[in-house]
Each structure stands twice: as structure tokens, then as C-alpha cells.
């Protein structure tokens, strides 16, 4: 082969798997912006029933086309510590037989009727004009995807069907099986994909090319790819917690052993893909495809029954660092599925509004206890809330720069939430200035107004417990029930501000209290106003 035509050639190889890739990438990023609300749906299904996860993992990276998205988000649900290891094992096992699909569909290449698949990139642009739906636009772009998927692979077919004889001369001497397998590793670490590296060894049967003799030395290429695989995922958890490490670790573990046990009988039997893959499938491409899922399935029904030990050798190997405990719902992971990242936030949001209440409960005590030790703490305890909004607003603001339409509503409301729990710590340090003032000129309230403002706060906390309950429940029809309590907080204002009016007017109250006590009682009828606002957003909202 000329200088010049190893140039053309490696020119249309690159061009071919630069649009495979894009393709891939075009239909993993459209089916999981369009899928989101499905995969929180499966993901909301882990038990501690290992058949339950491995099908939520493979039927999770089968709809995203993504074992490497779906690793990535097992990791950062372990990292928080809303999934434990047993369950991400059995998960990460169902992730490798769902990717396996990819290659599936790469194998379609061999048959004429994927010409006519190529017409999905022009359907796809046409929805893309014309629907004005999100979803429509989202379903254009996934036709779209998958049409470059079979385009890349043509490209590089006809690229190496160009040139087979050369490319064929130089395949044929390359027979070990080490370094097949150590290429396959580097191949897929490098483009983050083993259904890309499978796909590209489908797109090279197409052509006729084969690896070595024609024998089991592409599926030792196979095995390597499913240890490249791990990759992206030991990647995303380095900088998390020892359980998200362990996840990783188990990952790669259940892909090495998986491959080593596969590799020494492949080694023993240099016939084993003439007799049985090369029997029952006529095209080289689907044998490919075919052995891709008997190996992985193969490998899960092996090693399913030992996840307790592969978690148990991970805790062994990576120990547990008494700072390491999580302290957050967020997850930077999480942003890969807006669906799960929305729910991580509405958990975070109840933690921070948790703290803005601790505040007040503390703020409140300090002016009926007259503790100026409780004030210092009530400030202590708004400067941490304050701290923690700010982690929230910034997920938020990266969250919603790469989320769909239908997802903006419920960012929004979030946004808006936020504002709304901080407003419940302005009124925590409100109440500690009332409390400073109380204290620093010897303001007297008579028992009958303290259990009156104490009968006030207990309708705040009944509205702050049914708040979030809706927050995290969106249970329909209980908004009537939270509108009540929200008018009997009112009523109780107006009531005490009447009665401190009338006090006033018979003498029998204090002209200097005045202020303290109508500032006080306003400012927790405004505390049940916000904590209204944010039940009132977390009414049910359907995403699609």
C-alpha cells in the first residue's frame, strides 16, 4: 500500500468511526434526556434482590445505550449512600449484559436493510424542523443517532473493503493472545466504550477482514474490551467516597475475572468459535455480536452468586475513613440523568430546610428562655444553612444548562425553593435580634401571650411536617389540608396583634413591647407563608 493511500485510508477509517461515535453519543444523550423520567422509575426499584438489580442495570444501559452512564450514576448512588454495595454489584453485573445491545445493533450492518436505516438521519432532521414538542425534537435526534450509527459503520467498512488485502496482511500475522486482549483494554480506556471497539471489530467483518487465523483471536480482543470498560467508572470515583471506590473496584474485579475465565479455555481450544458461534450464526458480524452477549450473560450467571464477596474484598482492600461519611444528597454523576439529579435535589432541599427549622426552633427558645448561649448557637446554625444553599445553587444552574424543557419547571421550583428556606433563616436571625432585645431591655410577656405564640409555633411545625411531606410525597389532594393550617396561622396573628392592641389600650401591656411582639408574630406568619410556597410548588408534575 502507497504512502498516499495509507493516508486516504486511515483518513476514511477516522471519518467513519468519527461519525459511529457521534452517532452513539447522539443517541445515548437524546434517549436518556427523553427516558428520564423511566430510568428514575428503574433505578427506584433496587432491593436487596440481586435478579431485581441486575435487570434495573441491564434494562437501564440498554435504554441509554451506555454501560458507561449507567456505572457512573451506580457510582455516585453509592457515593451518597442511597445504594448499598450488594445492590451496586448486582447492578454493575446487569450493566455489562445491557450493553451488549450496542453490538447487536452494530451486527444489523451485515444485512442490505441497514441502507434504508440510513434515511434516519434525514427523517430525524425533518422532525427536528418541524415538530415544536420537546419531545418530538428528542425522538428526531435519536433517529438522527442511530442513522450515523449505521453510516459510521459503512464508512469504515467500505474503508477497509477498499484496502482489504493490505489490512488483511497485516491482521493475519498479529496471533497472540496477550497482546489481542492488552490492545482491546487500551482501545476501549481510550474511547470510553466497549460497544465502540466491539462495533468497529463488527464493521471489520462486514469488510471480510479477520483478526490472526480467523480463529478465537478476536474474541480475545472482546475480552479486553470489557476491562477497558471500567475505565470511566474507576475514573469517576476517585475523587468520591470509599464506598463509591469500592464500586469501582468491584467493577473492574467482576471484568477481569470474568475475562480470565474465559481467556485460558479460548487459549486450550483454538476451534471453539468454528464450533459453535461459526455453526449457528451464517454472519461473521452476528457471531461477533453473539458471543459479545454469551460472555457477559455467562459471566453474570457465575458471579452473581458471589457479590457478597466481591464487596467484601473491595471493603478489605479500600478501607473506610472516618471522615468519609457523605454529608450530601449531590452528586456531580447525578447530572447525567436530570430525573435522578431532581429527586437528589428535592432530598438535598429538605436537609437545608431542615437546618433553616433547627435555627428557628433554637432562635425561638433563646426569646422565651431569654439564653443569650442559644443565640450565639441559632447564628451558628443560620451561618450553616446559608453555607449549604450555595452547593445547591450551583447544581442547580449546571443542571439546568444541560436539561430538557420539561425538566425546567421543576428546576425552577427548586430555585424558588431555595429562596424560600433561606427566607426561614432570616427569620431564625430575626428572632435572635428579638430575643438580643428582649433580654437587653427587660421586656415582660404574660403567660397567656407565651402559650399563645406557643400554640402559633406548634401550627408552623405542623405546616413545616405536612410541607415536606409533600415535597418528597407530591401526594395529590393535599394541598386543602396545607392551605388550612396556612389560614390558622393568619388567624392567629391577626388574634394576637387585636389582643396586644387591646392590652395596650387598658394598660395592662407594656407601650415598648409593642415592637418586638408585632415584628415577632408577623414574622411567623410570614415563616408559614414561604413554607406554603414551597408545598404549593411540589404539587404532582407529570415528566415525560
Known amino acids: 500500500m502507497a504512502a498516499f493511500d495509507m493516508v486516504m485510508f486511515a483518513v476514511r477509517l477516522l471519518a467513519g468511526t468519527g461519525v459511529f461515535l457521534t452517532g452513539v453519543h447522539l443517541l445515548t444523550t437524546s434517549i436518556e434526556q427523553l427516558a428520564t423520567g423511566r430510568i428514575k422509575k428503574l433505578f427506584g426499584k433496587t432491593a436487596d434482590r440481586r435478579l431485581v438489580n441486575v ?35 448486582a447492578m454493575i453485573m446487569g450493566a455489562n449484559i445491557g450493553t451488549t445491545v450496542t453490538a447487536q445493533v452494530a451486527a444489523l450492518s451485515a444485512f442490505p436493510i441497514t441502507t434504508l436505516l440510513q434515511l434516519f438521519v434525514f427523517i430525524g432532521m425533518m422532525m427536528q424542523m418541524v415538530c415544536k414538542g420537546d419531545n418530538g425534537k428528542k425522538s428526531g435526534l435519536i433517529l438522527v443517532g442511530l442513522g450515523l450509527v449505521f453510516i459510521g459503520l459503512a464508512l469504515m467498512s467500505d474503508a477497509m473493503q477498499g484496502n482489504r488485502d493490505a489490512i488483511q496482511s497485516i491482521f493475519e500475522h498479529v496471533t497472540n493472545p496477550f497482546l489481542l486482549f492488552l490492545a482491546g483494554i487500551l482501545l476501549t480506556a481510550l474511547v470510553q466504550s466497549s460497544s465502540a471497539v466491539t462495533s468497529v471489530l463488527i464493521a471489520m467483518s462486514v469488510a471480510g477482514l479477520t483478526v490472526g487465523t480467523g480463529g478465537n483471536e478476536i474474541l480475545f480482543i472482546i475480552l479486553g474490551t470489557n476491562i477497558g470498560s471500567c475505565a470511566t467508572a474507576l475514573a469517576s470515583s476517585l475523587t468520591a467516597g470509599a464506598n463509591a471506590r469500592r464500586a469501582g473496584l468491584i467493577h473492574l474485579m467482576f471484568n477481569t475475572l470474568g475475562a480470565a475465565v474465559f481467556f485460558i479455555p479460548l487459549s486450550c481450544w483454538p476451534g471453539f468459535m468454528d464450533a459453535t458461534f461459526r455453526v449457528w450464526f451464517s ?66 432541599l429538605t436537609r437545608l430546610s431542615d437546618a433553616a427549622m433547627d435555627a428557628f426552633r433554637t432562635a425561638y427558645r433563646a426569646f422565651r428562655e431569654r439564653d443569650t448561649q442559644l443565640i450565639s448557637h441559632a447564628r451558628e446554625q443560620i451561618e450553616q444553612a446559608n453555607a449549604a444553599s450555595q452547593p445547591i445553587v450551583n447544581y442547580l444552574i449546571r443542571l439546568s444548562a444541560q436539561s430538557k424543557l420539561s425538566d425546567e419547571r421543576a428546576i425552577s421550583s427548586l430555585h424558588s425553593n431555595v429562596g424560600d428556606v433561606m ?4 427569620i431564625a436571625d430575626n428572632f435572635t435580634k428579638y430575643a438580643e432585645r428582649t433580654i437587653a431591655q427587660d421586656l415582660a410577656f404574660s403567660d397567656g401571650v407565651c402559650a399563645e405564640l406557643d400554640a402559633m409555633v406548634d401550627k408552623v411545625e405542623e405546616l413545616y411536617g405536612m410541607t415536606k411531606r409533600q415535597l418528597l410525597e407530591k401526594t395529590p389532594g393535599r394541598m386543602a389540608a396545607i392551605d388550612g393550617v396556612e389560614d390558622e396561622i393568619d388567624a392567629y396573628r ?21 415592637g418586638v411582639f408585632i415584628n415577632l408574630v408577623s414574622n411567623l406568619e410570614r415563616l408559614g407563608d414561604h413554607l406554603t410556597y414551597i408545598a404549593h410548588t411540589a404539587e404532582p408534575v407529570v415528566r415525560l
Open 494 to 514: 391577626k388574634r394576637l396583634i387585636d389582643g396586644h392592641i387591646e392590652r395596650l389600650n387598658t394598660g395592662a401591656c407594656r407601650p415598648e413591647s409593642s
Open 283 to 348: 454472519s461473521a458480524a452476528t457471531q461477533i455480536a453473539m458471543f459479545h452477549t454469551f460472555f457477559n450473560v455467562a459471566c453474570t450467571v457465575l458471579f452473581l452468586p458471589l457479590c457478597d464477596w466481591f464487596v467484601s474484598v473491595s471493603e478489605h482492600m479500600i478501607r473506610e475513613k472516618k471522615s468519609a461519611a457523605a454529608v450530601t444528597h449531590l452528586d456531580e454523576r447525578m447530572l447525567a440523568s436530570a430525573s435522578l439529579a431532581i429527586s437528589q435535589l428535592e432530598k438535598e
Open 423 to 426: 427566607r426561614i433563616a432570616e
Open 55 to 89: 435487570g434495573v442495570g441491564a434494562a437501564t444501559t440498554a435504554l441509554i445505550q451506555s454501560s458507561g452512564v449507567t456505572t457512573v450514576l451506580i457510582v455516585g448512588f453509592v457515593n451518597v449512600g442511597i445504594m448499598n454495595l450488594r445492590q451496586a454489584a
